[in-house]
Structures are given as C-alpha cells and as structure tokens.
C-alpha cells in the first residue's frame, strides 16, 4: 500500500472538471484507491460522487492511498491533477 | 427507474454539445444538457432527494436510493465567486424534484463571456443507463432523461 499526503493546489479544489479527471485516473488503477480530506474518513477516489461528496477546496490537505504495483504511478497521476486541476 | 427533470427552461441538447471536454466526454456522468433561457430564473432540483453539496453555481442532488445527480450552472462559473447566484436552500435540505434552489441569470453570465449551458449528469453511472434524453424546448421540470 502506498500513501501520500498532499496540499490542493487546484483553483476549485476537487469540484466538477478536477474531480471527473481525478476519478478516471484513480478507475485506471487495479486495486483500491482511497481519498480522505485531512484527517477524516477515506472514500473511495473511484465515485465522482463520493469525491465531490468530500467538498474538497484549496489549500486543503487529503491523504490518498491506494493498492497494487502501478499505486506510486496511481499516487503520482493523482497528486498531479489535484495541483493542476 | 429515475426520471430526471430539466432544471432549467431552454433547448436540451445532448451532453457532447457542452463546450467543456470533461462533461461532453461523459467523464463527469452521463446525462444531457440545457441551453437556458436568456431571463432570470430558478434552478430547480432534477430528483427528489438530499441536496449533498451546493455550490453557487452548481449542485448535487441524492436521491434515497443513492443515485447522485449533478447540476451545473455554466461552465467555468466557479470562477465568477457566487456572484449573479442565489442559494434558495440550505445544503442538507431535502428537496422534492422540482423544488428551485439557486436562482440565476443565464444572460448576465453569457455577458461576461462565459456559457451558461447546464449540463445535467447522473454520477458513477454507466452511459448505458440513461435513456429517453429530451431534445428541443423543456420547460423547467419536464422530463430530460431516465436512469434505470
């Protein structure tokens, strides 16, 4: 299992457009994939709408997880988005 | 099976007409999409449910049944910071489909250069499952698509 801790850097934090991109790379991966805002319950990074249902804005910290071989390229993809978003 | 209603009056199109790449691929949800009416006016909730997040400018309805819909005023709305947007509900509030909760005027954000299409989609959902997409002239709260 991999995890990392990250600051959202993304404008609207993890709304509409970065949240679609986030759970179509989080879908990618073969295993679990986990988001949690700070330290609160993790959700899984599949559902749009658990994704969005976390009410993500920036500034914010999540802690994403996730399982399997590709999970640092999982993790790397998903710290990506939430800069950019 | 759900029926989903406009939340706006205007023309619906398909989901591939909404400029923004991630709704019009479907990433979002599948769904369809509302070209508004150019007059002030309210956003009405598409299902009967809970509203689980309002924004200003976008909503998200779930129903009892755990199916989440998403509203979205406009399309790079969240950048306008709430302005030209009026919550009529409270987020937590339980809504019956139809019910107005953000009141908005499409033509005051076309002024500003942005579209204020409102895309309309059914989350974590398979495209396979939306059927019966309206096409043309809706009123607000007339049938825009099935979810089954």
Known sequence: M?????????????????AALFVEAAAKSGGEVTVAKGEG??????SILAVMGLDVRKDDEIVITAEGDDAEQVLDRLAEIADAG | MLQVLAPVPGTAVAMAEVSDPVFA???V???AAV?????PQDAAAPISGRVAKLHPHAFMVLAESGHGVLVHLGIDTVKLDGAGFEKLVEEGAHVEAGTPV????????EAQGLSAIVPVAALDA????????????VAAGDPLFTWS
């Open chain 2, 29 to 31: 949800g599948p769904g």
């Open chain 2, 25 to 27: 691929q479907g990433m």
């Open chain 2, 126 to 137: 398979d495209a396979a499952v939306v059927g019966s997409v309206a096409d043309g002239d």
């Open chain 2, 35 to 39: 070209r508004p009416a150019a007059r």
């Open chain 1, 41 to 46: 319950q993790g959700v899984s990074a599949k």
């Open chain 2, 102 to 109: 953000i009141r908005w005027n499409p033509a005051d954000i």
């Open chain 1, 2 to 18: 991999a995890q990392r801790r990250i600051t959202v850097q993304s404008e609207v934090g993890l709304h509409a457009r970065p």
